[in-house]
Nanobody
Framework: QVQLVESGGGSVQAGGSLRLSCAAS????????MGWFRQAPGKEREGVAG????????YYADSVKGRFTISRDNAKTAVYLQMNGLKPEDTAMYYC???????????????????????WGQGTQVTVSS
């Protein structure tokens, strides 16, 4: 059974940093798509960052460009979201998502759509205080 397990959430003051991890041992092939989403109370789930493992191309929401970085470890067993310059509006539950054998040309358009992904983690809470 595929499992995605997030960790690394917590509480931080505005301007601080956190690094989220997603253990994804079932997604070791070279043509997977991995994403990070977030959902704040009363709001829809929002795509934050996407990563196509075949080429390493990354995608970001405008609200996090220049502050967040998605990456994968060399062993291909984990995906990370480095979050710098955190703002109170970044407060949300953050989820890791994955889909195997994705199509890169499609993914560059659909990376931020929740229905693009087959598997989801349980989420990790990020709280940013002002």
């Amino acid at each position: 059974q595929v499992q995605l397990v997030e960790s690394g959430g917590g509480s931080v003051q505005a301007g601080g940093s956190l690094r989220l991890s997603c253990a994804a041992s079932s997604y070791t092939y070279s043509n997977n798509c991995m994403g990070w989403f977030r959902q704040a109370p009363g709001k829809e789930r929002e795509g934050v960052a996407g990563f196509y493992t075949g080429s390493g191309v990354t995608y970001y929401a405008d609200s996090v460009k220049g502050r967040f970085t998605i990456s994968r470890d060399n062993a291909k067993t984990a995906v990370y979201l480095q979050m710098n310059g955190l703002k109170p509006e970044d407060t949300a539950m953050y989820y890791c998502a994955a889909v195997a054998f994705c199509q890169p040309f499609r993914y560059r358009v659909t990376w931020s759509r929740a229905d693009e992904y087959n598997d989801w983690g349980q989420g990790t809470q990020v709280t940013v205080s002002s």
